[in-house]
């Protein structure tokens, strides 16, 4: 089988021969469109390709122990494993939340200022 530019050029070769006034020709790996009458355009369909996304591994930071939380970066932030990703209040001590996994926050679970419970939800990392 030949290459796509080959089997076009051969298209539109038949083409200029042919009595056709227009040819559009779709496929999985392109499209063409060629016209004798400027009156007859391409029609307007979009050839961007459809591309599935990956399934995104998300982490949930949970609290670990019960605590103030005191604060969180800010969802969008990129984070390593093992970085802070916020701080809370324990007795009299303010200390860091720190994640197990790196990436990027994508949601809070809880809002700054609030008692969170020993494996509450706190925020949500995506891979």
């Known amino acids: 089988m030949a290459d796509p530019v ?3 050029r051969a298209l539109l070769f038949q083409f200029q021969r042919s009595s056709l006034k227009a040819c559009h020709v779709v496929t999985q ?3 063409l469109f060629a016209s004798r009458d400027p009156a007859i355009r391409a029609p307007s369909t979009s050839m961007e ?3 599935e996304a990956a399934p995104v591994a ?3 930071v949970e609290a670990p122990h019960v605590a103030t939380l005191v604060t969180l970066e800010a969802p969008g932030t990129i984070v ?3 970085g802070a990703v916020g701080r809370i209040a324990l007795l009299d001590e303010t200390i860091d939340l720190v ?3 790196g990436g990027t926050i994508v949601a809070h679970r ?3 200022g609030t008692l969170v419970e020993y494996g509450e939800p706190i925020l949500t990392i995506a891979a």
């Open 6 to 8: 080959t089997e076009a």
């Open 29 to 31: 790996s392109f499209e």
């Open 49 to 51: 390709p459809t591309v």
């Open 58 to 60: 998300e982490t949930i």
């Open 80 to 82: 390593a494993a093992g």
């Open 99 to 101: 994640s197990d996994t």
């Open 110 to 112: 809880a809002a700054p």
